[in-house]
């Protein structure tokens, strides 16, 4: 078979799957580890496809269960490979172990959770958001990952390809959010030629690297010892030292995870910012993310037109939750949270906020249509 | 407390972490004769342990054994040593990757795991440190645990042991072996073996726990279990007909009064296809 390049430059008219296994084989995929799930399954009919016959190949696995995909992606990891996995719903809920054990060990890698309507088997073809409090809470233990969610097929290539940047930057695990209505939507997108979008890689111990032209602190992010190396490599779901070994002290343990914290905190101003739209007039603005922005796009060009100033702020970046910015950006504006579930992304706009807001809760796999936002924003502006 | 090696004369002494001792095994437990056994195996085949080899573990007495050894390791969540080794193997193929983890970690919790590995035959060597229960969290039935005998969840009576040499033929796995942890000497060359198998080597490796489940089940000391290992261990005699490998004839059979009292030992198979 002919050896295919890694990056399919040019555009292109497919799926946000097609374009979320196009941005990991971009930013450097060399391992996939998955188990077939609706809506997320067509990623890994696509990497197998390509991953494979790559000039320089990489390793499609089919494994027996969600569990083990992620946990062999994080020992994909550790040999130095970047590594991903991709789910929806129950799949998510199999992998939070294995979420914590990255997470833990600071291995860098991506998981991709296309979203569909729960709890439980729920809705495997319908689309839902109610896996945003599981992105952040759903394994035990305190911990924050960076999660992106993007709202078209263009953003679902480009915020993967920031996902393994970030994850192998920071060595954690990285989540993309993204939904039914993306996995199979298809538009065009384009995949840009090899090396114009920045592609990092994790740094040895002893050297530094930039991301973004930002150097990243050896001290917040300690360089990878990784299998087959010049030193011992080692590390354990235990709390442990610096090189890796079991220390059950409240010292040892303390450092570990507020450095894990703090690592991500400091550079959350590299992480993908959220789009605003129309704001610098808007009374009111709604909150929102994913494909359900895109009804509320089409919504506010609606009522604009009928003299609402009604703007959209977009998140980009999920978690760690942009508090600061969200609370400067809309002062004295009336929020409308709009979500495809029941009350989730209410919870951290609220706490940035300090405040009640505006909600439209859709949580039962459907896009809410522009009709139902317009509605809403014209009672809440009083028209 | 510090423990100088040369002091001790350890002729391991570099292949093994001193920084982590003193270890947290009980006196008088298999762990320590099954990892040096597999230490010097690794060494036997000549390959540079800290550069060629991973050893990954899960959770349990066993799965604290990768933190003492200077290989590669990793220490992962409970029954997911195979997925891991998976993921390095691919990652890298070549690394030689050894699991070595318990019976509870590899064949309750992680048993999924283990039968698709060993159909799907990546390069790896599994050891399983088979002491039939769970020893680090007091003493609960495994799925190795004997029929009638005494743990703090079986109080009168157990269900039907996994026979893991059976478990392992019938999955397709490339290399197959028992020994106990009393074979001291022949052990590093069956680990050697194993390790050089392509595909995937199992040995299951009948361990004693007497802290724990010989004091209520027919074995209290360690040197009694040694001698127990070593007098109920039968060799297997190779049938032509391959009756030698039906489950009936590879079965362990044990007593909670005095211990076992049949251990088919030996190399069941190699390189199957
Ligand atoms: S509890 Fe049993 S298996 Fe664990 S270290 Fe002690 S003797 Fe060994």
New interface residues.
Partial sequence: MKKQPRAMAGRHLDSGNIAVAEGAIYAGL??Y?GYPITPSTSIMEHIVKRLPHLEEPG?F?Q???E???I???????????K?MTATSGPGFSLMQ??I??AVM?ETPLVLVDVMRGGPSTGLPTFPGQQELMQAHFGSHGDYIIPTFAPWSVQECFDLTVEAFNAAEALRTPVFVLSDQVLSTLKEKFVIPKEGEMEVVNRAHPGETITWKGTEISEDLVPGMNC???EK???????SHDESG??DLTAKTFERLTNRMFEKVHRYAHLLPQAEKYMMDDAEIVIVTYGSTARSAYEAINLVREQGLKVGMYRLRTIWPFPEEDLRKSTEGKEILVVEMARDQLTWPVERALLRRVHHIAYPMGLIPPPSVITKKVREIGGK | MEIDFSKLGHNLEDKLTSKMLPHIWCSGCSLGTNLQSLVRGAVMTGMDMDKEMVMISGIGCTGRASGYVEFDGFHTTHGRAIPFASGVKTGNPNLEVIVFSGDGDLFSIGGNHFIHAARRKLDMTIICTNNSVYGLTGGQASPTTFEYSTTTTTIDHNLRPFNLVDLALGAGADFVARYTSAHFKILPRIIKQAIETDGVAFIDLISGCPAIYGKRNGYPTADYMVKNFLEASVEIEVKEDGSHLLSENTRVEFDRTKGYTKIPIGVFRRQHR
């Fill in positions: 060399h391992g580890y390793y696995l494994c027996e269960d569990i083990a995909s946990t062999a992606t994080i020992g994909c990891s550790w040999t130095r490979k590594a172990e294995g914590g054990l060990t299998f087959g190396e011992k490599a080692f590390s354990t779901g235990l070994h079991v």
